[in-house]
């Protein structure tokens, strides 16, 4: 066996057990490993030493080993995207956006480009990126929701509907794109169309979790109980949900057996749950059992602390004759507030979650 043959084989051996995402095993491996001589050689040697920093979770060992990849072929637009990659997850922002600017029509490098620039918080210049990434890959839905939520988290709603609505045509079994587009509509001001999108969204894709959370939202903020259909797919995924809306359903309809029906369904809910103790605490309020209510509400708070829920909270409190009370819950919820509407409060709310949920 050849020298080269015997140098050769500590780094096969690290291949080998990166492979299986045996990181650490392969780390040591590669201590005895000599770097190549040729330049396909090299970058392979610097990329697989990137890859087992990164799944040691050294993001910034990563990415200097990608760099040095670069070095050797810097107009590889592999290497620069992967580079480039390595960097934003590293936190090297500058770094990571001068090797994607390097990529040449890559919608895939525009994508990292906004999500760079979000990260600097350049927004205008990470929606432009974004619809670069579209007009160069017009097919991939992706591309298409990250610049509608770009714009949808900087409230440039109406933009983003239409992002969305053409994409809607493009993608019919999108639940994602239904789900964003009800989102934006929720965030315009809309309820009713935004419940339309989210309900096609769950036709579209049954198993969406968000899309029957952002309804749940939109559903529950209102007093007055939604169209039937939405019911009867809110009811199908949560007894919870489904005992809140017809405890509005029961209250519309002036009916006491339904509304005592739908507080008992409520009654056992889970303890942490806030809809269960959110919607119960409404249900007592509304057949005036006060001191219930108030209990209710007060676990409400806790666990789901929105200017809305204290707002209620401060209305019962005052029934119940507790000024001081009230005017505290009234206070932190108009703090919270901050000179904003009460419904775009809770349409800025929902967006927020929104974001967390999608990406």
């Known amino acids: 066996m050849s020298t080269a043959a015997i140098a050769q084989t500590p780094l096969e051996s690290a291949v080998a057990l990166a492979r299986e995402h045996r990181w650490a095993e392969a780390r040591k491996a590669l201590e005895g490993a000599v770097e190549p001589s040729e330049t396909a050689p090299r970058i392979a040697f610097h990329r697989l030493k990137a890859a087992i920093a990164s799944g040691l979770g050294d993001a910034k060992a990563a990415a200097a080993e990608m760099e040095e990849a670069v070095k050797i072929s810097p107009k590889d637009p592999v290497l620069l995207l992967a580079a480039a990659v390595a960097e934003f997850q590293a936190g090297l922002l500058n770094e990571a956006l001068r090797h994607a600017h390097n990529v040449p029509k890559s919608a895939q490098a525009m994508a990292l480009i906004g999500d760079i620039q979000e990260k600097r918080g350049q927004?205008?210049?990470?929606?432009?990126?974004?619809?670069?990434?579209?007009?160069?890959?017009?097919?991939r839905e992706q591309y298409r929701i990250a610049l509608a939520l770009e714009l949808v988290e900087h409230q440039s709603f109406t933009a983003a509907i239409a992002v969305l609505k053409q994409a809607a045509g493009l993608f019919p079994k999108s639940?994602?794109?239904?789900?964003?587009?009800?989102?934006?509509?929720?965030?315009?001001?809309?309820?009713?169309?935004?419940?339309?999108?989210?309900?096609?969204?769950?036709?579209?894709?049954?198993?969406?979790?968000?899309?029957?959370?952002?309804?749940?939202r939109i559903v529950l903020?209102?007093?007055?109980?939604?169209?039937?259909?939405?019911?009867?797919?809110?009811?199908?995924?949560?007894?919870?949900?489904c005992n809140a809306i017809r405890l509005r359903i029961a209250r519309s309809q002036d009916d006491s057996k339904l509304l005592a029906d739908a507080i008992a369904g409520l009654e056992h809910g889970g303890q942490e749950d806030p809809i269960a103790r959110c919607e119960l605490g409404r249900g007592y309020q509304w057949t005036g059992q006060n001191e219930k209510a108030r209990t209710e509400m007060e676990a409400c708070v806790k666990l789901e602390p929105t200017p809305q829920n204290h707002y209620r909270l401060g209305l019962i409190y005052r029934q119940l004759?507790?000024?001081?009370?009230?005017?505290?819950?009234?206070?932190?919820?108009?703090?919270?507030?901050?000179?904003?509407?009460?419904?775009?409060?809770?349409r800025a709310d929902a967006v927020q979650s929104f974001q967390v949920v999608i990406k």
Do not use: F, H
């Open 123 to 139: 927004y205008i210049e990470a929606a432009n990126a974004y619809q670069a990434a579209v007009a160069l890959e017009p097919d």
């Open 221 to 241: 903020d209102s007093s007055a109980p939604p169209p039937e259909p939405i019911v009867k797919a809110l009811c199908r995924w949560n007894s919870t949900v």
């Open 175 to 216: 639940g994602k794109i239904r789900t964003l587009l009800g989102v934006a509509q929720y965030g315009d001001g809309d309820s009713a169309a935004a419940m339309e999108s989210l309900a096609d969204a769950i036709a579209a894709d049954a198993t969406l979790e968000p899309a029957y959370v952002y309804l749940t």
């Open 321 to 346: 004759g507790l000024t001081e009370q009230a005017e505290r819950e009234i206070a932190v919820r108009n703090k919270a507030m901050e000179a904003i509407s009460e419904d775009a409060a809770r």
